[in-house]
């Protein structure tokens, strides 16, 4: 389905943190200045697929007036460079004229979607790839119930979860609309929970607690929340997003690999693949510091094991491909594949996390051609 297995994410939010401050991740990474340096990287690399992000508060920086020249260069850029692009319309930024909590602005929403859908149509022959809404539920649990993220609410995570609900379907409706054929992406974060079991109660609220990552893909497909307007065919590709920290005690301390309760990913992979028979890749996964090629290993290595159980999994993305300063505090993020730019353009690899890389492309081509070998034998 992917141009590559493994594929390059560059970090594109674009929220407001609470001291006012509006982040803009592809400026502060200097990405918008070395499109052209980065693609080609990629394809010195091997990495054809990359996810990237709309900045719609720089799109609609006034009512109603679209303007995508942020975004252009970079579909030229990959044209040029023959990358194929995951467009993440909504990764938790907005313009500061609309109010999230208001139908206003999931109507707004869907002009986004529709705007860019005909963009997409003059300035590229590509296979559109789509993901009108980056994770829900987080954002949902982020933003509306702790109060950390952009609108900054308590109490609020139902609400705003109904919200970003709708906007993806209308969205969705409104891509279809100009691009009958593209493909929609849905990003989800997969977790594990567990509660005390000396406590059922604990444990009955974890297991609900854990359950509650398929409510946003029960909405879009219409089997939670009719009423929303979702539909089966709303739930096209299925993006995981899966990271060291998503595994964790009830109201408690992560659960780490090595840990006895820690669930194996592929098993999750399995459990996700049964309830909803759709192709799905792996949207965002890596750590930090000297444990990215470890973890990368790790999530290759269980990959492999879902597919062998029959899981469609059509791909792992880096997420994200460049270091890039902290949301909360701008620290220096060691978290991906390069470094900060150069002012010449270059930027530091981590050899080690390359080399984990190259590795796992191997042993998939080799995994690969077994499969192949045994089925024509």
Known sequence: ?????????????????????????????????????????????????????????LIESSPSVYDFSSVVPFIGA???????????????????HLDIFDPAWVNSFAELALRFAQLWKRESRA??????????SFFAWAGGDRGFLNPFMTGRGPELKAQLVRAAIQA????RSELPDARIISPEPVIHIIGDPSNPDDVRDAEAYRLSMFEAWDMLSG???PELGGTPEMLDVLGINYYDRNQWRNYGATIHRGDPEYR????????????????????????????????????????????????????????????HPGWVDDRHCYNGLWDYAEPDGSRAIYEPLANEIS????????????KETRHDA
């Not at 990959?78 to 930024?93: C, M, P, Q, T």
């Not at 296979?127 to 829900?136: H, K, L, R, S, T």
């Not at 969705?172 to 891509?175: D, F, L, R």
């Not at 590795?359 to 077994?370: A, D, G």
């Open 1 to 57: 389905m992917f141009s590559s297995f493994i594929q390059a994410g560059f970090e594109c939010s674009s929220h407001r943190r609470r001291d006012g401050k509006r982040l803009d991740v592809v400026s502060s990474t200097s990405h918008e200045r070395f499109i052209k340096e980065d693609y080609q990287r990629l394809q010195a690399a091997g990495l054809l697929t990359a996810r990237e992000g709309l900045r719609w508060h």
């Open 359 to 370: 590795k796992q492309e191997r042993l998939r081509i080799q995994n690969t051609n077994t």
């Open 264 to 323: 194996p990913f592929h098993q999750i992979l399995k459990e996700v693949s049964d309830r909803y028979p759709r192709p799905m890749f792996i949207s965002e996964t890596g750590t930090e510091g000297c444990c990215r090629p470890d973890w990368f290993a790790y999530v290759a290595g269980e990959v492999r094991r879902a597919e062998a159980l029959g899981v469609p999994v059509h791909g792992i993305c880096l997420y994200p491909i460049l270091n």
């Open 127 to 136: 296979q559109a790839f789509i993901a009108p809404v980056n994770e829900i």
């Open 223 to 225: 089997r939670a929340r």
């Open 78 to 96: 990959a044209n040029r460079a023959g990358i194929e692009v995951i467009w993440d319309l909504f990764h938790f930024g907005w313009p500061d």
């Open 172 to 175: 969705t409706n409104a891509i």
